[in-house]
């Protein structure tokens, strides 16, 4: 690295954020699709929607609101069904990518990665060189637009990638961060939801640079240490380094119904289903879990919880299935109304560096057919989708979601 740029950065951190990345890749596939508001998910009544085009957004639309409100908010609005391992597909390949320009990368989700490439500036050009050719090859070879923000701080950078979307770029050098950050309103401070922003209104501060000219003891004594975390990133302080291979908190998948379930057979279908979906990617992801959650939400819209930890970790489909309904059979117990929602999660995640060693027992404890099975069922899904391959259990419910 040269002095001139020397000064202009100590560390250089790119956040890279995929453009409305499932309706985009819904608009790449079907041209048909392109210009149109496309919304991913909400496809039934009481289903929520997982992305909306920039084109659907126009209208209002964003990602969790439910189906129905998207369908009034814009009743010509196309509304297509998630692909979830196609876009994990998608975005593997957005991260081989990443990892031609640097192994320092720390993935936050499908669609957006922090990298820091302050260690490859002289083999691949100053940052700004570095930021572009990522970008054109995501666009070159994914057919895929993103945005990136360069700064020397994590939450700057973030914050640049989302200033000038679709396809931004934004560059903020150590010299220009207050500058930068100043004018910016309190919500763009990592932290900072709707609640909070109204609270700091109260305050007083409505304009980061309100925070900055505080004392650090003055928004800790009305804040505390949410106050000092706040003061912090006004003034550009943010030592948090890129994680590299940041292990995901878990993994999971949920179902909203048209119409409440009651009856146990349609429930256990719905966990089956759910608990295939969760252990291939986990299999995918060459993570094993040791806790099983289950979601379950009431026809009166509360919500409850319950979870297991597992005797080992494993990355079974069988496994997580019979704990996923013994959760089930115990909510039941407790309450027996109507079922909005379902979901099954997988956490404590521990990544898999070898194939697990089978047990010595294991043709007869019937571990290896089931691992068999698991590579099958992957393997088949992975071509057809998981309608391809499924276990029986999961068949009344695979059956009632398919189009007639």
Known sequence: MDKALAKQWTTVI???DMDAFYASVEQRDFPELRGKPVVVGGTSGRGVVTAASYEARAYGIHSAMPGRRAKE??????FVRSRHEHYATIGRQVRDIFLRFTPVIQPLSLDEAFLDVSGVLRLHGDPETIGKAIRNAINDEVGLTASVGIAPLKFVAKIASDFD????????RESEL???LDPLDVSRLWGVGKVGQSKLSRLGYRAVQDIRLRSCETMRHQLGSWGEHLWRLANGIDERKVVVDHLAKGIGHERTFEEDLTDRESLISVVSYLSEAVARRLRHAKRSASKVT???RRDDFRTFTRARKLPRPTDSTSEVYKVACELLTEMRERQPRGVRLIGVSLGGLSQIDAPQQMSLFAEESGEASETKVDRLSDQVSGLLGQRGL???SSHQYIERKSPS
């Open 14 to 16: 790119l956040h890279i």
């Open 73 to 78: 908010l814009c009743p010509h609005a196309v």
């Open 165 to 172: 979307k679709p396809n931004g770029f934004v560059v903020v």
């Open 178 to 180: 207050q500058s930068f």
């Open 294 to 296: 289950l979601k379950y």
């Open 390 to 392: 499924y276990r029986a």
